[in-house]
DNA sequence: GCACGCTTTTGCATGAGACCAATGCGTCTA
DNA sequence: TAGACGCATTGGTCTCATGCAAAAGCGTGC
């Protein structure tokens, strides 16, 4: 098996060959290059397609049908699933079909969610966290703020106050929504480099009401923060 | 490679060997008898444990790794992840956990998030459902209704119902609640059998504030809905 | 219409080598 | 001598190749 992709001249990427071929089909599928009902390439034709051996695109396949995104049985072959069924909230899934969509749809999309889970998480967590989960939203807010102050971006440290919220939630399945906010943090920054210092007392009243214990305040400064978030990266979409 | 598992005498699950190595890791793990940092068995210990090939297992632990649950790196070999990391609301995750899971606490951490996300759903299901998405949740509480004079348990139908709540909402990310609603169901049924013929009024509620586009009565009656189905299951929990 | 082979495609097994990154050892320097 | 740096070793996964088994759709023939 020789005539690798990419094809001479291309940077090469240092990765394993099967992480290549796993984002190269997951990307095609979740932009919806290949729908479902219609005919998928067999193991043999990705083989040649790659050009990589079998064991290489079975577990690629395999991979992608963990994420919902494909199934595979004997006879019948590979085939891309419906939309319903595709695992949305996994990270890589995410990071694919967020990259393919139009920014105003991904704003409203995200920030819908968003704004189910978070003002209530943050109600959670003033009632529910334990002295080490203030710890880390409070250090979380301490890194951001610094980060604001030497002009960086802070995704990380804003992903990490966000995260400490949900995590002071005390309920697990909050954590999934983790991904959700780091995805969107990362694409909106793509539309949008301006300074996020803007939302930092936001943020402070957001971690005030918890460290209070006062549910309902911190319930309304965290929705008061997601849509005034929202509503300013609406008007501050770049086109590129 | 001989000495398949089950052992000899249990019966013969005619289900892929790799579909079976799968669960039985993935298990393990939800349940916490595999902690990470803990050492984790190599590809060629795994082989020799469940009796079968390097394919199977090489599969197997992609598969797990594609839910979060593993990592595997050349070298330092296979480790769990920690359950941050879990993708929580993967339908097979969310089964293997919820088999091993005390009854209140499962109930607890559904019902919250399913009062995060489902009235609000139904909120926007009320002023975005297409005439096919109204017809569908129709069809839906129909076939309920008759499963549930029939005196089935009517589990499926009820999940069609939400799922098209969900889908009405018109947001994708949405029907990712579907495999958690689903679930529960489940799991639910398996605590109490009793029959759920007195929620269809409630549900029936739901629908025609859906119908009449009414989001603000569409939210209420699904929030009233979920807590009386809570404090029901609540107090009927079986103890087996 | 039904049973029964045929054939296509994935499922499973196995051997062999490449590749990668911890780890430990030795040497060199301040 | 302690510490830093480079280097070989080695234990694990990654990739390739090949063969056979098993499942399931399809058609044939009764």
Do not use: C
Not at 179 to 185: A, M, R, T, Y
Not at 189 to 218: C, N, Q, W
């Amino acid at each position: 098996m020789n005539n690798r992709f990419p094809p001479e001249g291309a940077p090469v990427r240092r990765r394993n060959l099967f992480a290549q071929v796993v984002e190269n089909l997951g990307v095609r599928i979740v932009r919806g290059d290949l729908n479902p009902e219609e005919a998928f390439p067999k193991e043999a034709d990705l083989e040649a397609e790659f050009g990589v051996s079998r064991s290489v695109i079975r577990e690629a396949v395999k991979t992608l049908a963990a994420k919902g995104l494909l199934e595979s049985r004997t006879r019948t072959g590979i085939r891309v699933l419906p939309p319903v069924r595709w695992n949305l909230l996994d990270a890589e899934v995410l990071g694919w079909r967020y990259n393919s969509m139009p920014p105003a749809q991904f704003f409203s999309e995200l920030f819908e969610i968003r704004l189910m889970i978070e003002p209530d998480a943050a109600g959670f967590a003033a009632t529910r966290a334990t002295a080490a989960d203030l710890l880390e939203i409070e250090q979380a807010f301490q890194t951001m703020t610094d980060a604001g102050l030497a002009g960086l971006p802070g995704i990380e440290e804003d992903l990490r106050f966000h995260r400490g919220i949900l995590a002071a939630g005390r309920n697990p399945l909050l954590l999934q929504m983790g991904n959700l906010i780091g995805v969107g943090l990362l694409i909106s920054y793509r539309f949008s480099r301006e300074s996020f210092v803007i939302f930092l007392p936001m943020h402070k009243r957001v971690m005030d009401a918890i460290k209070d214990g006062d549910a309902d305040a911190a319930k309304l400064a965290m929705q008061r923060l997601l849509t005034e978030t929202r509503d300013y990266l609406k008007s501050h979409i770049r086109d590129d």
